[in-house]
């Protein structure tokens, strides 16, 4: 069964910057997107940024971004580690939420989220 783990929330201040990390319990190139989502109370999760990805190197690698976090977030990855990251910069009080990190290959699949508070 495979198994995402988060790490790397915390309390930030607004303006700052927050990298959060997700470690898979397997080769990551099986997935064929990767990705981050986040949730916030009251509210219905949403995707954050995702990355293509895969064992050939001749795929198309295609990173999508929502409106809200474009220009200020970064996702990247690390097939050698089996792990991706969301780089956040310029942080801001509505980014506060639940983010949990995500593949998809044939299903979903989800880890159980690491919290990231902005906050003066």
């Known amino acids: 069964q495979v198994q995402l783990v988060e790490s790397g929330g915390g309390l930030v201040h607004p303006g700052e910057s927050l990298e959060v990390s997700c470690k898979a319990s397997?080769?990551?190139?099986?997935?064929?997107?990767i990705g981050w989502y986040r949730q916030a109370p009251g509210k219905e999760r949403e995707v954050v940024a995702t990355?293509?990805?895969?064992?050939?190197?001749?795929?198309?690698?295609?990173?999508k971004y929502s409106n809200s976090v474009r220009g200020r977030f970064t996702i990247s990855k690390d097939n050698s580690q089996n792990m991706w990251y969301l780089q956040m910069n310029a942080l801001r009080p509505e980014d506060t939420a639940t983010y949990l990190c995500?593949?998809?290959?044939?299903?979903?699949?989800w880890g159980q989220g690491t919290q990231v508070t902005v906050s003066s």
């Open positions: 995500y593949a998809w290959e044939i299903n979903d699949y």
């Open positions: 397997g080769d990551i190139r099986t997935f064929r997107i």
């Open positions: 990355i293509t990805n895969g064992a050939s190197t001749n795929y198309r690698e295609v990173t």
